[in-house]
């Protein structure tokens, strides 16, 4: 039988992943495109004989792909969630996060580019592009301030060393925090 610890945990998790990305993948989305009737093909997806379906899904792919690899290191190294609320208690720079300091941001905004595409919406795409600036401003003003001083001096070179939005081709090699 898990420990309460695993229970508190797993709980804690997928309250995170149905508040954050539920809320901004699936509920937002499902509101706009209900408010704005915007898909040019209301009850059906673009289906494969069309270049943007094949283009969603290499974009959800890679998304899910990113947001499922930060969940998993937050979980297992960090020892927390991507909640601000339960965040990682340990620096981690393992993974994709050698190669960019945001992967879950990047995993969403594929997801939300991969639905604007499927549903052929400019309102979708529009959302995509407001999480977008959202984030542009809150991580730099909020959330890095706050990992700087939970983190100290290995963030900050981490930091210095890995970009915040496009990856590094080669992973980072220095600090492995966690």
């Not at 052929?120 to 401003?137: E, H, K, R």
Request: charged share 15%; with cysteine.
């Amino acid at each position: 039988m898990p420990s309460s610890a695993v229970i508190q945990m797993n709980e804690a998790l997928l309250r995170a992943i149905l508040i954050l990305p539920g809320t901004v993948l699936v509920a937002v989305p499902a509101g706009i495109l209900l408010l704005t009737r915007s898909s040019a093909l209301p009850w059906e997806l673009s289906g494969p004989s069309r270049p943007q379906f094949w283009l969603a899904l290499l974009l959800f792919a890679g998304g899910a792909w990113l947001m499922v690899s930060t969940v998993l290191l937050f979980t297992r190294i960090g020892q927390g969630t991507p909640a601000p609320w339960d965040p990682p208690q340990r620096l981690v720079v393992r993974g994709v996060y050698r190669h960019v300091r945001n992967p879950m941001i990047s995993g969403v905004i594929c997801v939300l580019l991969a639905e604007a595409l499927v549903f052929q919406s400019l309102p979708l795409l529009v959302w995509a592009a407001v999480f977008i600036a959202a984030n542009m401003v809150y991580i730099p003003i909020f959330e890095e301030p706050g990992l700087e001083r939970r983190f100290g001096e290995p963030y900050r070179i981490y930091k210095a060393k890995v970009p915040r939005w496009l990856p590094r081709l080669t992973p980072w090699k220095g600090g492995d925090a966690a």
